[in-house]
């Protein structure tokens, strides 16, 4: 919480003990290619794919299926506790899996544009055990000038948190299929007179 306030971001090197990781993990693999989208960019009417953006392929997660409604409690009990620590008022939050295969990338982007979006607090939580630097696949997030804040490494349990609209990040891509949850805190604001649809 402390290191949130102060630099806008935090990384959590062992958010979720392993045993815990390799349930999602596992059944993230073994997903068939028919639960995955190729993942878009801009949202509603402004929706589309582009692969020389972001070659991910994703999964939005719902309550409906033991392994992804675990995942969506826990976050709602880190989201009731950033509120009572932080007075954020996040609202409610979204997330998808994300798989990258080898060779495939995000580059640069925000997730958010100020008073554009209701995405206020973005989530990435990794999945992959053995993770080693040789294996690339890192997330960049770079600070108002362009400099490299961080540097990190996609491993199992690690848990990074940032303003949605405040850094710039990318994926560079990797050697093995990598395994993300990208997910958004949200405010319950209207924009433009239009409730912001949630995906
Ligand atoms: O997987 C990551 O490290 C970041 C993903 C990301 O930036 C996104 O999905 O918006
Ligand atoms: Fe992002």
């Known amino acids: 919480m402390d290191q949130l306030v102060e ?22 693999r073994e997903l068939p290619a028919g639960a995955w989208q190729q993942a ?7 929706y589309t794919t582009n692969t020389a953006v972001r070659q991910d392929k994703i999964r939005w997660l719902s309550p409906a299926l033991a392994v992804e409604r675990d ?9 009731e506790l950033i ?7 996040l609202f409610d939050y979204e997330c998808h899996l994300a798989h990258y295969p080898p060779g495939s990338f995000y580059r640069k982007h925000l997730d958010a544009f100020k008073g554009r979006s209701n995405r206020i ?5 990794y999945l992959n055990p053995e993770w080693q630097a040789t294996d690339g696949g890192e997330l960049v997030i770079y600070g108002d000038h ?3 804040l961080e540097t990190v490494l996609p491993q199992a349990g690690k848990l990074v948190l940032f303003l949605s ?8 891509p990797g050697q093995r299929d990598r395994f993300s949850i990208t997910g958004w805190y949200r405010l319950n604001a209207s924009i433009g007179g239009v409730i912001d649809p949630t995906r």
Do not use: K, W
């Open 40 to 46: 878009g960019i801009g949202r509603a009417d402004q």
């Open 146 to 148: 362009g400099e490299v």
């Open 7 to 28: 630099h806008g971001y935090v990384i959590v090197p062992n958010f979720l003990a392993s045993a815990q990781c390799s349930i999602i993990f596992d059944y993230a």
């Open 83 to 89: 509120n009572r620590e932080l007075f954020m008022g």
């Open 121 to 125: 607090l973005t989530t990435v939580f």
């Open 71 to 79: 995942y969506l409690q826990m976050m709602e009990h880190l989201r």
């Open 165 to 172: 609209d405040r850094f710039v990040h990318e994926v560079l």
